[in-house]
T-cell receptor, first 107, second 114 residues
Framework: GEDVEQSLFLSVREGDSSVINCTYT??????LYWYKQEPGAGLQLLTY?????DMKQDQRLTVLLNKKDKHLSLRIADTQTGDSAIYFC???????FGAGTRLTVKP | DADVTQTPRNRITKTGKRIMLECSQT?????MYWYRQDPGLGLRLIYY???????NKGEISDGYSVSRQAQAKFSLSLESAIPNQTALYFC?????????????FGEGSRLTVL
């Protein structure tokens, strides 16, 4: 079946940029999403990109979509300790989520 | 108040017991979902419902059943709980086609089966 894959862990220093990567297999996905899960909480939508876009920027967040390689990335500029969380890549057509990348930001 | 409310938030039970997790929403969405979260596996879809008369199996429906009692209520049942159903369960809602498809999640129900 279709799948969404991402690495499980990322550790960065405060102030650095973080890049979280995701690959997916369903080429017909209409929207691709990044969700954020803080400790003890549910998931909240962080940002999304429509499949006909290559890039979307929203303040410190940049989403890049390479449809040819089926690769999605999330870049967080000037990463802060408050950005420490689990980040999930998701595609909506099959309602599938990746395993989540745990981002740890060290002071 | 939360738009998507799950009860109970935490439950410890024994193997073989019947468990029901309940979800209610005030967002007015037709679509509702149940996911389970396991470390290293992310979220996996158990069941989903696009309206009151529509129930669909997800990726991992074995051992689970659901009931859509009303537009606002969607419950998940474990008829005979087993230890590998220990997980964090999330209910979610979304608006119909034509919207972005964003899922709105409850805060989760942590289930431990001993």
């Amino acid at each position: 079946g279709e799948d969404v894959e991402q690495s499980l862990f990322l550790s960065v220093r405060e102030g650095d940029s973080s890049v979280i990567n995701c690959t997916y297999t369903d080429s017909s996905s209409t929207y691709l999403y990044w969700y954020k899960q803080e400790p003890g909480a549910g998931l909240q939508l962080l940002t999304y990109i429509f499949s006909n876009m290559d890039m979307k920027q929203d303040q410190r967040l940049t989403v890049l979509l390479n449809k040819k390689d089926k690769h999605l990335s999330l870049r967080i500029a000037d990463t802060q300790t408050g950005d420490s969380a689990i980040y999930f890549c998701a595609e909506i057509d099959d309602m599938r989520f990746g395993a989540g990348t745990r981002l740890t930001v060290k002071p | 108040d939360a738009d998507v409310t799950q009860t109970p938030r935490n439950r410890i039970t024994k193997t073989g017991k019947r468990i029901m997790l309940e979800c209610s929403q005030t967002k007015g969405h037709d679509r509702m979902y149940w996911y389970r979260q396991d470390p290293g596996l992310g979220l996996r879809l158990i069941y989903y419902s696009f309206d009151v008369k529509d129930i669909n199996k997800g990726e991992i429906s074995d051992g689970y059943s659901v009931s859509r009692q009303a537009q606002a209520k969607f419950s998940l049942s474990l008829e005979s709980a087993i230890p590998n159903q220990t997980a964090l369960y999330f209910c979610a809602t979304s608006a119909p086609d034509g919207n972005t498809g964003e899922l709105f999640f409850g805060e989760g129900s942590r289930l431990t089966v001993l």
